[in-house]
């Protein structure tokens, strides 16, 4: 029925005919509301399948949508474009949509209708890729235990139980390396043929103008690598120093780098999924009388699945049922410090779905993802400065501790992820073993001190956590530059939180109608991450970090 009725829905869309600009305007917000309708329906099926990667007929669903729906509505979206871009009347549009048709003329120019059944391909290969990730997990003392599960050892006070729990978990992940590998390899191969396709040398110049990057380059990119490697990694080292210092430990190994330096127990700062949902509503009660309203809605419609289970895919993410215009968040909490702070990030992407509802062009509810994690980041930045909730004083200063660390921790790490794929996707030809090295060397260009004495194939393998390689390629580089707007809202916010508040629900608003500088310039921030801006917010965080420390 649903085939049906999608056929049926384009051809009426296709076929109508559009006298003048107020008719073009109505085609195009039913398109629009039919797009949401589809966009929902997909959305809904992926949360099922990803909730379940066990559940047979959840996967068989979404396999459906994947494999004959997501061709006809590429096939047909081609079509509507082409339509309306020949319209007489499309100038007179041009105030209301047209950073949006700056997107269409992109897409047209990329489109190509072999790249259908590629982009169909690739979708069926994430998802065996999530269903290797998704069944995942360990037997230790005496209980399965998912590898989120998993994560309150890596903080334990004993050091020979965070090795164990390290060792468990790598030998587990290495299980399937050859698997990840080949997936990677899959994967890889389908997204340079569509690059092929549509004109491109190669998948690095294609994927900036598909991901609609008109703002940056990849040399700007490099740049900004070459600017943490500069000015942030000489931090990253320091405190890795100092908390060997602390630990009394010449040099750290990776299962030391989780775990409180002063041999403290792990923070706890809830026991359940639900007690953690809870705990935030009251931050967000005392936070911000908006924000306090959204979540109240997250809570009443059971829009947040907080728990890490067996069978669960990994990781976390936020995801909106388009036609509601309500979003959903799923995350793997496990009863640690990160969990509060991924509930924190994904509402920050909630809250701007929120802000953004009443935008009725569909395509202005997808946001920049260089804009849309400022809003998460920000919502980290903001949210963690009341746990009242979560923690008394101490603990809450361990947290802030971790939190502010984690800033300075990010930026090479985005750098590393970012610069593998630059290189990667230049060299279409490469095997597992070129990435492999070109993965150590990147290790290397931004090591940080520690030491990985006979670790060398489970740190040669360190990319395949990162399940962005595999599902959103490109998609990093973003947090970074994100991560400097929301450092930008921070710093304001110390100054007028109420007004900076107000100005970034006021740009969140606005959703993707406005080119990116103007977003951020809405938020009353720069779209900048040269040096000139990166150096003054770190030592805004790293003065903090110092000032909490001591």
Same mark, same amino acid.
């Given at each position: ?45 992926? &949360?099922?399948?990803?909730?379940? /990667? =066990?559940?047979? @007929?959840?996967?068989?669903? !979404?396999?459906?949508?994947? $494999?004959?729906? #997501? ?66 997990? &360990?037997?230790?003392?005496?209980? /399965? =235990?998912?590898? @989120?599960?998993?994560?309150? !050892?890596?903080?334990?006070? $004993?050091?020979? #139980? ?389």
């Amino acid at each position: 029925m649903l085939l049906i009725n999608t056929k049926n829905q384009f051809n009426l869309l296709t076929q109508r005919e559009i006298s003048n600009a107020e008719e073009l305007r109505k085609w195009i917000l039913e398109w629009s509301e039919f797009s949401s309708v589809l966009a929902e329906e997909h959305a809904r099926r992926y &949360v099922a399948m990803t909730r379940d /990667t =066990k559940d047979q @007929q959840a996967a068989e669903a !979404y396999e459906f949508f994947v $494999s004959n729906i #997501e061709p006809i509505i590429l096939e047909e979206t081609e079509k509507l474009q082409k339509k309306m871009i020949a319209h007489k009347n499309l100038s007179d549009l041009e105030n209301e949509f047209g950073n949006w048709f700056k997107t269409v003329y992109t897409d047209l120019e990329l489109f190509r209708e072999e790249n259908i059944p590629l982009e169909t391909q690739i979708n069926l290969e994430v998802q065996k890729y999530q269903k290797i990730t998704g069944a995942m997990s &360990v037997q230790y003392k005496g209980e /399965t =235990k998912t590898m @989120q599960q998993m994560n309150p !050892y890596l903080q334990s006070q $004993s050091r020979a #139980e965070r090795e164990e729990a390290w060792r468990l978990l790598t030998e587990r992940r290495l299980q399937d390396a050859e698997a990840l590998d080949n997936a990677f390899d899959k994967l890889f191969s389908l997204r340079i043929q569509v690059a092929k396709n549509s004109g491109y040398e190669n998948y690095l110049d294609y994927i900036f103008k598909a991901k609609h990057r008109f703002d940056y380059t990849p040399q700007d990119c490099k740049n900004f690598h070459e600017s943490i490697e500069k000015i942030i990694l000489p931090l990253q080292k320091e405190i890795l120093n100092q908390r060997a210092k602390k630990m009394g430990i010449p040099k750290l190994r990776p299962w030391d780098l989780s775990c409180d330096p002063l041999g403290r127990p792990a923070l706890k700062p809830f026991k359940t999924g639900a007690e953690l949902i809870s705990k935030c509503g009251n931050l967000f009660s005392r936070l911000n009388l908006q924000w306090k309203e959204w979540y109240g809605i997250l809570e009443k419609e059971n829009l947040i699945d907080a728990d890490s289970r067996l069978g669960k895919a990994p990781g976390g993410y936020q995801i909106t049922f388009d036609k509601a215009r309500v979003p959903f968040i799923f995350m793997n909490a496990a009863g640690t410090n990160q969990d509060v702070y991924t509930l924190l990030h994904e509402c920050g992407h909630a809250f701007h779905q929120f802000a953004m509802a009443e935008q009725e062009l569909f395509a202005y509810r997808d946001i920049p993802s260089e804009f849309a994690e400022v809003a998460s980041m920000s919502m980290e930045l903001l949210g963690a400065e009341d746990l009242s909730d979560f923690y008394e004083k101490e603990d809450f200063q361990r947290s802030r501790i971790d939190a502010l660390q984690d800033i300075i921790s990010l930026f090479p790490w985005v750098a590393i992820i970012d610069a593998f794929q630059h290189e990667l996707y230049i060299r279409p030809n490469h095997t597992a073993q070129d990435r492999k090295e070109i993965w150590l060397a990147l290790q290397t260009r931004f090591d940080t001190g520690v030491d990985w004495t006979d670790l060398e194939r489970a740190r040669s393998y360190l990319w395949q956590k990162q399940l962005h390689l595999f599902e959103v390629p490109f998609y990093y580089v973003e947090y970074g530059i994100a991560q400097l707007g929301a450092l930008q809202i921070y710093a304001d916010a110390k100054k007028d939180k109420e007004q900076t508040v107000k100005k970034l629900i006021k740009a969140e608003r606005l959703g993707s109608s406005k080119p990116l500088p103007e977003l951020f310039r809405t938020a009353g921030i720069k779209f900048d991450f040269s040096p000139k801006t990166m150096e003054p917010l770190v030592d805004i965080i790293y003065d903090e970090l110092l000032a909490v420390e001591s």
